[in-house]
Structure formats: structure tokens, C-alpha cells
């Protein structure tokens, strides 16, 4: 008689290797089961207990829920995602408490539907899915070996079951019940509807003038009283292609809000740390950009001249690094003009100035401590004519925010 976590485990050391055939062998073993008669179930309750064990061992190693389920849709697909969103939900009836509130709002935004228990979590995903037997265990596997192998990554708020340290008041996720946050979205909403670009881009200005606003209030506020908070962080998904040059928008978007941001290519998302309205503000804003830089790029892409001999992708890239470039001038721009106007009302640029300071050297810390070994990549243009219709979709709108400054360059693991 087979045992089941060991037929589990060999179907796992075969994926991990290069042998396809063996592979295929363990597979076929699993199908056969453990040679009783409730075989099957007792293969589909190890796969599910491994895999909801496996994921609770992730939590101290830096991921968090969205993190995980980014990851496996990026590297298998839809089906192997919602397999894990069943056993977030199932591992999340056996955590131990603490179980912080955000942790649950990271599990209702995935919809995790928790079909079956910890038992029948395999067997009630194939079900619904209308997979065959063969096709569901390769799939569960894939999604074992995947889980088993991530890496450890940065810590950004105390995992569920440990003692919170003192971090910020609240990570940056883009909640409502806000006025100012509702009058953004608002903002940011007709931006991307807009079909002039102008408009889109003295909206988006109007945005970030109300978010530097709320920034600066927020950390005067801080200021007056004795929290002993952190900064803290989000991760935002950085997908192909041209990844990139999404990776260098948030970048923008982070340094005109006082955040910074470092890319990890690999595992398909940028980390950006900072304070809570500021973190909010970044993910809002990038999120709307991505859009607007989106929709500019296909109307430049309809803009060529007819016969330019140019690779789509090479321009479109050129294209996305210029809107980013310029877009960060401008929302810079905005922030400081923010700034220098509250130093001129009641705070006064004595009291505004050194607290801004003071938060900027605590997020550059928090960076020095969780990413010590960030390097830095610089950006290369390889199509000047994209790069030109990039910085122009940017710099369209009327007013005239400023810029000149220097190329950012874009921090990323090594």
C-alpha cells in the first residue's frame, strides 16, 4: 500500500527536475493513487493539506495573499490562480490568531470562494472547473512546485499569527470613504475618459495638487503628536510587456509623492514604501496613468508616418519611458508648487520643511533596511521618434508646470 504524502512528494521532485518522462511517471502514479479504494480522495486530501500548509509558510517569509495569487496567475494561469485563491481561503480558517484586518480585505478583493475544506479542496476545484483527473493534478502540482519555490521577500507589514511591531497607521490600498480620495478618483476618472489630451493632462495635474495638499496635512498631523510610526509598503504589479517602462511610471509617480519604489523583475511587481496617504496616492495614480499612457501610445502608434520602417515594439517602449519621464516632471512639479504654497499659509516653510524632511529620511532608511543590495538600471532610448511622441502625449496640456530635470534612473533587485 502506497502512502499518499509520498506519492505527493515524488510527483514533486520529478517537476522540479529535467526529466519529462519521469515526470510523466509520477503523474501516472498519482492517478492510481495509493492502491485502496478511497485512493483518489486520500491523493487530493495531500495535495490540499501540502498546499495549505505551504502558503501559511509563506506568510513570515515576506508574501502576502495578492502577492501569491499575482504570481501563479503570471507564471500558470487562470485556473491555477483560482485553485489558490480556494486554498488561501482554506488556510485561512486554520491560521493562528492574530489575523490583522488588511489580510482579510487582501482575501474578499481575490473573491476567494473557498470551495470544499481542507480535505476536498482538490476535489470540489475540479469539479468546478469541468477539469479531468489527469489535467487537475498536473495543474495542483505545477501550483505546489510554484509555491514551493518562492523566494523570501521583504517583510512590509507583521504577518498574521506574529506580534505587530509599530508601522505606519495603514498601508497604502486605495480604501474609500474619503472626500479627497473620492474628488481624485472623480478626477482621475475623467482623465481616462477624455479623448483630448490636454484635458487628461490638467486633470491628472488637478489630482496630484489635491494629493501633495492631503499629503502635507496628513504629515503635519503626524508631526504634532507621538505615534512612533513607520513607514510602510505596497507592491504593485508590473506585467509584460514593456514592464519596464512600467516599472519606471511607478517610479515617477512614487518620487513626486515622496515615496520610493524598487523593481523586482523577476517576480513581476514593483515594491513602493512611503506613508499612508502617500502609498494611496501612488496607487491611485499609477493606476490611472497606466491607462492614460495606454491609450496615448495607440493613438501615437495610429500617428506614424505610414512606411516608417519602425519596430511597433521598439517604439511602443521608447514611447511608455518618455510619457514616464515627462508625466514625472509634471506630477514633481505639482507637488512642489503644493509645498511652496503651504509654506507660505499658517504652517509656515519653518515648521512644513523639516517635518517633510525628516519623513524622507524614514522612508530612505525603511529602504536601506529591507532592500540592501538594490541596484540600479539605467535607461536606454532605442527609437527616437517614440520617444518623441511619448514626451509630447506628456506635455500637451496648456500649463506650463516646469521641468528640465534629469532622467530618473529605475532601482531593481539584483
Given at each position: ?118 480535505q476536498d479542496l482538490v476535489a470540489a476545484w475540479t469539479r468546478a472547473e469541468g477539469l479531468d483527473r489527469v489535467d487537475a493534478l498536473r495543474v495542483a502540482v505545477d501550483v ?76 503635519l498631523l503626524a508631526a504634532g503628536t507621538e505615534r512612533g510610526d513607520l513607514p510602510s509598503g505596497v507592491r504593485l504589479g508590473v506585467e509584460t510587456p514593456y514592464a519596464g517602462a512600467k516599472a519606471l511610471l511607478v517610479q515617477e509617480v512614487a518620487a513626486a509623492n ?157
Amino acid at each position: 500500500m502506497l502512502d499518499a504524502e509520498d506519492l505527493v512528494a515524488d510527483a514533486l521532485a520529478a517537476v522540479r527536475g529535467t526529466d519529462v518522462r519521469q515526470a510523466e511517471r509520477q503523474l501516472d502514479r498519482l492517478m492510481v493513487g495509493t492502491g485502496t479504494a478511497d485512493g483518489a480522495t486520500a491523493v487530493d486530501a495531500a495535495l490540499a493539506r501540502r498546499l495549505v500548509r505551504d502558503l501559511g509558510r509563506l506568510w513570515p517569509r515576506g508574501w502576502q495573499p495578492v502577492d501569491v495569487h499575482r504570481i501563479v496567475l503570471r507564471r500558470l494561469d487562470a485556473g491555477a490562480a483560482r485553485l489558490v485563491r480556494d486554498a488561501l481561503a482554506a488556510q485561512r480558517r486554520e491560521q493562528a490568531e492574530p489575523v490583522p484586518a488588511w489580510w482579510d480585505d487582501q482575501l474578499r478583493a481575490l473573491t476567494a470562494e473557498g470551495r470544499g475544506d481542507g480535505q476536498d479542496l482538490v476535489a470540489a476545484w475540479t469539479r468546478a472547473e469541468g477539469l479531468d483527473r489527469v489535467d487537475a493534478l498536473r495543474v495542483a502540482v505545477d501550483v505546489l512546485a510554484l509555491v514551493e519555490s518562492l523566494p523570501p521577500i521583504a517583510v512590509l507589514r507583521p504577518p498574521p499569527g506574529s506580534t505587530p511591531t509599530v508601522l505606519a497607521r495603514a498601508a497604502g490600498t486605495a480604501r474609500s470613504g474619503s472626500p479627497m480620495l473620492d474628488r481624485v478618483r472623480a478626477l482621475l476618472a475623467k482623465a481616462e475618459s477624455t479623448t483630448f489630451p490636454a484635458e487628461a493632462e490638467a486633470l491628472t495635474a488637478k489630482a496630484q495638487e489635491l494629493i501633495a495638499r492631503h499629503s502635507i496635512d496628513e504629515a503635519l498631523l503626524a508631526a504634532g503628536t507621538e505615534r512612533g510610526d513607520l513607514p510602510s509598503g505596497v507592491r504593485l504589479g508590473v506585467e509584460t510587456p514593456y514592464a519596464g517602462a512600467k516599472a519606471l511610471l511607478v517610479q515617477e509617480v512614487a518620487a513626486a509623492n515622496r515615496c520610493e519604489a524598487i523593481w523586482s523583475d523577476d517576480l513581476g511587481f514593483t515594491t513602493v514604501l512611503g506613508w499612508p496617504a502617500d502609498l494611496v496616492a501612488v496607487e491611485l495614480l499609477y493606476t490611472s496613468l497606466l491607462v492614460q499612457a495606454t491609450a496615448a501610445m495607440l493613438r501615437g502608434r495610429a500617428e506614424r508616418r505610414p512606411g516608417s520602417g519602425r519596430r511597433t515594439k521598439v517604439w511602443d517602449e521608447s514611447f511608455l519611458n518618455a510619457f514616464a519621464l515627462r508625466i514625472g516632471e509634471r506630477l514633481r512639479a505639482a507637488t512642489d508648487a503644493a509645498t511652496e504654497a503651504a509654506g507660505q499659509t499658517e504652517a509656515g516653510a519653518d515648521r512644513l520643511l523639516p517635518v517633510l524632511a525628516e519623513r524622507g529620511e524614514a522612508v530612505r532608511e525603511r529602504l536601506e533596511t529591507l532592500f540592501p543590495g538594490v541596484t540600479r538600471h539605467r535607461l536606454s532610448v532605442r527609437d527616437a521618434e517614440g520617444w518623441s511622441s511619448g514626451t509630447s502625449a506628456a506635455d500637451r496640456a496648456s500649463l506650463d508646470v516646469g521641468g528640465g530635470s534629469k532622467p530618473r534612473q529605475v532601482p531593481g533587485r539584483p
